[in-house]
């Protein structure tokens, strides 16, 4: 599972794979797996077909359009298929995706206000910043290893982490409210990063139309969907499916949960759409049995060939296959 393909000066998601290592990455892949596209390995794995011991599919999430302008020609370069799952409310959004806002205004270099008010559908939550007020480059530079949930109390990662979890099952539309009134107290308000902007609907059209290309649904405004009632989610599904059917000439027949998220009403509702597979983020091999509606994922992180072909390795032989 990647996300984009660049560099970044700051990733605390762990979202980023620069240009020269995600070359690299193919070539560790395709020596060790043969690839194949998503809805080609599910259906060859249903019919029963025999299929090479080491197969690795590779997937993108979200819809960046760093995947378009860099991670494509590397891929065609390398002849390795691929699935973009694509959050469909954002392309052609001049706004960057929600997180990535979050934290253009929390996680850079700055002074902020001492104390945070949110008002939130239900409630109203505080946050007294004590010395995570003053963030300088000394201090992100020191917390590029650190993962935001492990991050300590006190910090100004943590306090970014604690909004984060906040603002993560809100509806999109109150979610946007939300971000701007942080824009507006932070008193920094950032312009938006192009960098790392979603693909816009012609960009999207140019992708979809690769023939080595599947694009896949990653709902439309990315909601942890079991957190919603059953005709949101099921307006997250189709409406998404029906958008990208407009733009690739494929069936759309893949889903990835958005933050990994998902539960039985949710399977029955993307069956009920068409869909017939899906993908988590949960890190296991895909064995034969595997039910495709929850197919495991490996993410990759920002290291070399090598480092990935040991990885690939250990994963191929030590890793259980989810089953069931
Ligand atoms: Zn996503």
């Known amino acids: 599972m990647y996300h984009r393909v660049a560099n970044s000066e700051f990733d605390p998601w762990k979202l980023c794979v620069s240009e020269e290592n995600f070359h690299a990455q193919l070539v560790a892949i395709t020596k060790a797996a043969t690839t194949m596209g998503i809805s080609d390995y599910v259906e060859a794995n249903k019919a029963g077909y025999p299929l090479p011991k080491r197969i690795a599919v590779v997937t993108f999430d979200d819809g960046y359009v760093d995947n378009l302008h860099t991670a494509l020609p590397l891929l065609a370069r390398h002849k390795v298929p691929a699935t973009f799952y694509i959050t469909t409310g954002y392309v052609g959004s001049p706004r960057e995706f929600w997180w990535d806002w ?99 609907h012609d960009e999207l059209r140019r992708l979809a139309q690769q023939d080595f290309i599947e694009v896949g649904a990653h709902s439309v405004d990315h909601p942890p969907l079991p957190a919603h009632p059953e005709f949101e989610q099921r307006r997250q599904i189709t409406l998404s499916r029906d958008f990208l059917q407009e733009v690739s000439p494929k069936p759309v027949r893949s889903f990835a949960y958005p933050h990994g998220e998902f539960s039985a009403q949710t399977i029955t509702l993307l069956q009920e759409a068409g869909f017939d597979s899906a993908v988590t983020v949960e890190q296991k091999l895909a064995g034969p049995n595997c039910n495709a509606m929850v197919l495991p994922r490996f993410g990759v992180r920002d290291m070399s060939g090598d480092d990935l072909g040991l990885r690939l390795q250990k994963w191929f032989d030590h890793v259980p296959a989810a089953n069931g």
């Open 102 to 200: 979050l934290e253009t205004l929390l996680i850079v270099p700055n002074e902020l206000p001492a104390v945070l008010e949110l008002h939130l559908p239900d409630c109203k939550r505080e946050w007294k910043l004590g010395d995570a007020r003053i963030y300088n480059h000394f201090a992100r530079a020191a917390d590029w290893d650190v993962n935001p949930w492990s991050a300590p109390v006190g910090t100004r990662l943590n306090f970014f982490y604690d909004v984060w979890k906040t603002l993560w099952p809100l509806q999109d539309k109150f979610r946007w409210s939300v971000l701007q009134d942080i824009a507006d107290w932070s008193g920094h308000p950032e312009p938006t990063n192009l960098e790392r902007r979603p693909m816009t």
